[in-house]
């Protein structure tokens, strides 16, 4: 039997920050995901971040669409705010979120099926809008709810589980916040704990909108054509009474490696990852040199991992539209109700 629910006491020892909580109480439901998905390790990196900067839980509000990196803010910050929209929709939501709230800190969770593909819009908008955000993107190149289809992000080139070949270019969602004006830019890899925690508590404490992009490995699409162990080859050699699916159990995939060098991460599947690690004296302060470096090193087959931009002194939307400093629902008669004066100048505008 399997119990999904957390004891609810904590060892007396666990050390607290400087709110008085401990580790613990950033912590949510058990996860449903399979067993050593890269999903669960951003989550950790995130209860961390959050732990480590003494962020009231009830402060944030979560927010996310369709797919398995839409499920994990139930594993993280059980109690904060949170809300699950629709697919490719989250961004929108969050936006008005904000406007009528800017008290919370937002944080967007998505994918690359739900960022890059039927939410593209909706993130190009809120990239170029400046929205008060962290953006989250859990990229693993896959429809994992669906069956590994090849998301966006999947690399030209790159195979499917069935053995099919990729022939679409890919969409690079940090070259493309770049272009569309986002201030903090960054991309991680799941299972460089040491590099993520840091990028995560910048983009909590960045003003404006910052995305990281985190190269998270799907380990449930590994069982590609020819291999004897694949649920294909079973069910061809198995006279079963029904059929069933069996998710195998993974070890989490980690990295560790210092700024400026690059290694190569095998996959569950066997493929490869080259990831290179900004050297220390790469300078995020220049947009158009950070695109050039992506692409530079894009050519060589390399994922360039990172804080590769950030505007310290950037304005988000509500500095864009001179918006009031206080939540809306605590706007008085006064405020919403200005008298016919001001509705009479409104309206000699719009003549």
């Given at each position: 039997?399997t119990y999904l629910?957390?004891?609810?006491l904590?060892?007396?020892s666990l050390?607290?920050n ?5 580790r613990?109480?950033y912590e ?8 050593g998905?890269?999903?669960?390790s951003?989550s950790?990196a995130l209860?961390q971040a959050?732990?480590e900067?003494?962020i009231?839980?009830h402060r944030?509000a979560?927010l996310s669409?369709?797919?398995c990196?839409?499920k994990?803010?139930?594993?993280f ?9 629709v697919?490719g929709?989250?961004?929108s939501?969050l936006?008005?979120a904000?406007l ?11 994918g690359?099926g739900?960022s ?12 170029r809008?400046?929205?008060?955000m ?5 990229n693993?190149g896959?429809y994992g ?11 030209a080139?790159?195979?499917?589980k ?7 270019a890919?969409i690079d969602?940090v070259?493309?916040a770049?272009?569309?004006g986002?201030s903090?830019?960054?991309r991680?890899?799941?299972g460089?704990k040491e590099?993520?925690?840091p ?7 960045h003003h404006?909108?910052?995305l ?5 490995p799907?380990v ?7 291999s ?10 198995n006279?079963?009474?029904?059929r069933?699916?069996f ?7 980690t990295?560790?490696?210092a ?5 190569e991460?095998t996959?569950h599947d066997g493929s490869?990852?080259r990831?290179?690690?900004?050297h220390?004296?790469?300078?995020p302060?220049?947009?158009?040199a950070?695109?050039?470096?992506i692409a ?5 087959g ?9 505007d310290?002194?950037a304005?988000?939307?509500h500095e864009?539209l001179k ?6 629902n605590r ?12 509705l009479a100048?409104?309206?000699a505008e719009?003549?």
């Amino acid at each position: 039997m399997t119990y999904l629910a957390k004891p609810a006491l904590h060892h007396p020892s666990l050390k607290r920050n400087a709110l008085g909580f401990t580790r613990r109480d950033y912590e949510g439901k058990i996860s449903t995901l399979c067993a050593g998905c890269g999903h669960d390790s951003i989550s950790a990196a995130l209860i961390q971040a959050c732990w480590e900067l003494d962020i009231a839980p009830h402060r944030v509000a979560k927010l996310s669409g369709i797919g398995c990196s839409s499920k994990t803010p139930d594993y993280f910050l059980g109690n904060s705010h949170g809300f699950n929209t629709v697919h490719g929709r989250m961004p929108s939501v969050l936006t008005g979120a904000n406007l009528a709230n800017r008290e919370l800190l937002y944080l967007g969770v998505s994918g690359d099926g739900d960022s890059a593909s039927i939410g593209l819009g909706q993130f190009a908008h809120a990239m170029r809008r400046g929205v008060n955000m962290t953006y989250l993107v859990e990229n693993n190149g896959v429809y994992g709810l669906t069956k590994g289809q090849f998301s966006a992000t999947a690399d030209a080139g790159s195979k499917s589980k069935k053995g099919a070949v990729n022939s679409d270019a890919a969409i690079d969602l940090v070259s493309l916040a770049l272009q569309l004006g986002a201030s903090y830019v960054a991309r991680s890899f799941s299972g460089d704990k040491e590099q993520l925690v840091p990028l995560l508590k910048g983009a909590l404490r960045h003003h404006g909108a910052a995305l990281i992009d985190v190269i998270s490995p799907c380990v449930a699409f590994n069982n590609h054509a020819g291999s004897t162990k694949s649920y294909e080859h079973v069910r061809a050699h198995n006279e079963a009474v029904n059929r069933l699916d069996f998710m195998p159990s993974r070890d989490a995939i980690t990295a560790r490696y210092a700024p400026g060098e690059v290694i190569e991460v095998t996959q569950h599947d066997g493929s490869l990852l080259r990831l290179r690690k900004l050297h220390d004296g790469y300078d995020p302060g220049d947009r158009l040199a950070a695109m050039n470096h992506i692409a530079l090193h894009s050519a060589r087959g390399e994922i360039v991992t990172g804080l590769l931009y950030v505007d310290a002194a950037a304005a988000d939307l509500h500095e864009h539209l001179k918006t009031v400093e206080g939540p809306l629902n605590r706007l008085g008669d006064a405020e919403l109700c200005p008298g016919a004066a001001a509705l009479a100048a409104i309206n000699a505008e719009l003549v």
